[in-house]
């Protein structure tokens, strides 16, 4: 795995000099921005003297500025966008290339609905999209990872007074983050699946595990001797041998430290013999601040650091051991 | 008898019913735990021929090893249908784990693809062995819970339900390995 001077060498031989280029770029970008809204506050201020001179209601200055500032904004956006793309076409491949010479990334692809789907984790979505599909093999094992937008939508019919009828449509967030799988090093049949606990954490121990042995939706509850573990998950399995063998007592702890180390509420399956993880995430960690300097080796240091934490997954969870017959 | 006393009935019955088929539910869950254990047990007793075999043509001179293993073979094929004792099940793992271990001196044998593929299988059933042993335990654990908690202890008291020992390892299997 890379160390911090690892980094701080692959930064300052391989991509100083692209972050250099990318930082004059988003300077000139946003040095253009700042003279088209200078532009168009001058126009919308000539504009409103103008009206006023030819005694045009002083209404029409609302549009005109709201133009103005739509214009802005698109204008904005498509150098946010340029910016975007020439970061994820320079850096990113740079960096995962450095992280590990066996992944490859693909800005505009993402991880397949069936793939999704075939986790068991999330209901199917009727909208599915993603973006910075990271995928390849890591020494011994297949990966894949990208950002992951599921949403599923519901309808709602309201009947007002008059009888008239309106149909709403609302849409709802399934998952929205990380949507991680891997080869698992070992064979198995069946499903299991590691849940983050929350009925035990409100009920406590008894009543929560009470309540959970009632939820038949997601198979046999599957009672676990790590007791940190149970702390954090609650697991679910079509058969309780094939999820212990999955879960050993070494595999539990590395899962206890990894949801620690990724600091939030991760989920993940055991299916068709690899594992799936999603973590949740707002935080986009391929999207490069537009509005901040970007050849900071800080800066760029967040982007190595959450690549490095995904596909650190594989050594964390020790996919790479292959003593058994897979 | 008036609603009350047929209600009270009832709700007695029927928890007695509840009650009876949660505990006859957990000694079965048990007896099915077990069935898994000898099942995966066999299965690592059926490797023992393929690793003979391989053995053997590798290390053909090494005979007080691959006769131990041999003899244990023939002594213990009668007794696999009635059950392996832990003791006889802790010999033919000795016996086994003797040949792999003197396998690490013969290079030609460890870099062979059938005893690559055996160490594999001997890795994947120890571990659903230990596996299989796990929910042996928690099956174990779930019916001593039904009958030493009331008001399933009344019910075991009656049906003569008994507490089940869990799997557990002798003093000498709990004392840390040295590696010579």
Same mark, same amino acid.
């Given at each position: ?88 076409? %320079?850096?990113?491949? $740079?960096?995962?290339? @450095? ?5 490859? &990334?693909?800005? !505009?692809?993402? #991880? ?108 046999? %509850?599957?009672?676990? $001797?790590?007791?940190? @573990? ?5 697991? &679910?399995?079509? !058969?309780?041998? #094939? ?84 | ?180």
């Amino acid at each position: 795995m890379k160390t911090v001077s690892d980094f701080q060498a692959f930064y300052s031989n391989e991509i100083r000099e692209t972050m250099r280029s990318l930082e004059r770029y988003r300077k000139g970008a946003l040095f253009c921005l700042l003279k088209t809204g200078i532009l168009l506050a001058f126009m919308c201020v000539a504009l409103g003297i103008y009206f006023r001179v030819r005694t045009v209601p002083g209404a029409w200055n609302f549009p005109v500025v709201i133009l103005a500032l739509i214009i802005w904004a698109v204008y904005c956006d498509r150098h946010r966008k340029t910016f975007t793309h020439r970061f994820k076409a %320079l850096v990113i491949p $740079e960096m995962i290339r @450095f992280i590990h010479p066996g992944l490859f &990334y693909l800005p !505009d692809s993402y #991880t397949g609905i069936d793939e999704f789907k075939g986790s068991g984790l999330f209901r199917s979505p009727d909208s599915y999209t993603g973006k910075d599909h990271v995928f390849g093999c890591m020494d011994r094992t297949n990966i894949s990872f990208s950002i992951v937008d599921a949403q599923y939508r519901t309808e709602e019919t309201h009947t007002d007074n008059d009888g008239n009828t309106r149909t709403e449509e609302r849409w709802h967030i399934i998952f929205r983050g990380i949507f991680f799988s891997a080869d698992f090093n070992k064979w198995f049949t069946g499903y299991t699946c590691v849940l983050p606990d929350r009925t035990k954490k409100i009920f406590g121990y008894t009543i929560g595990s009470f309540f959970q042995s009632m939820s038949r939706s997601r198979g046999q %509850l599957i009672k676990l $001797e790590d007791p940190e @573990f149970n702390g954090h998950f609650v697991v &679910y399995g079509s !058969d309780q041998v #094939t999820a212990r063998y999955i879960l050993t007592p070494g595999l539990m702890k590395r899962l206890v430290d990894l949801r620690q180390k990724i600091g939030c509420r991760i989920s993940l399956s055991f299916s068709g013999t690899r594992v799936y993880i999603a973590i949740p995430t707002r935080y986009d960690i391929f999207e490069p601040r537009f509005f901040r300097k970007i050849n900071d080796p800080k800066v760029v240091f967040t982007y190595f650091y959450y690549l490095h934490l995904i596909t650190g997954i594989v050594e964390d969870l020790n996919l790479n051991t292959r003593i058994w017959n897979k | 008898m008036d609603f009350t006393s047929l209600l009270i009935s009832s709700i007695s019955i029927l928890a007695i019913i509840i009650m009876v088929n949660i505990l006859i539910s957990r000694k079965n869950r048990v007896d099915m735990a077990y069935a898994t254990v000898d099942a995966m047990l066999k299965k690592r007793y059926d490797l023992i021929p393929n690793l003979l075999t391989v053995a053997q043509k590798y290390m053909g001179h090494e005979k007080l090893v691959l006769s131990t293993l041999t003899s244990l073979r023939t002594r213990h094929a009668c007794m696999l249908n009635d059950g392996m004792s832990m003791a006889e099940d802790k010999e033919i793992l000795q016996a086994m784990k003797g040949i792999m271990a003197v396998a690490e001196s013969y290079p030609a044998l460890r870099a062979s693809e059938n005893f690559l593929h055996l160490q594999g299988s001997l890795n994947e059933v120890e571990e659903q062995i230990s596996a299989a042993r796990r929910a042996y335990n928690a099956a174990v654990t779930d019916y001593n819970n039904a009958i030493e908690m009331l008001p399933l202890s009344l019910m075991a008291w009656i049906m003569n339900y008994r507490r089940k020992p869990i799997f557990e390892i002798t003093e000498d299997e709990r004392r840390p390995v040295v590696l010579l």
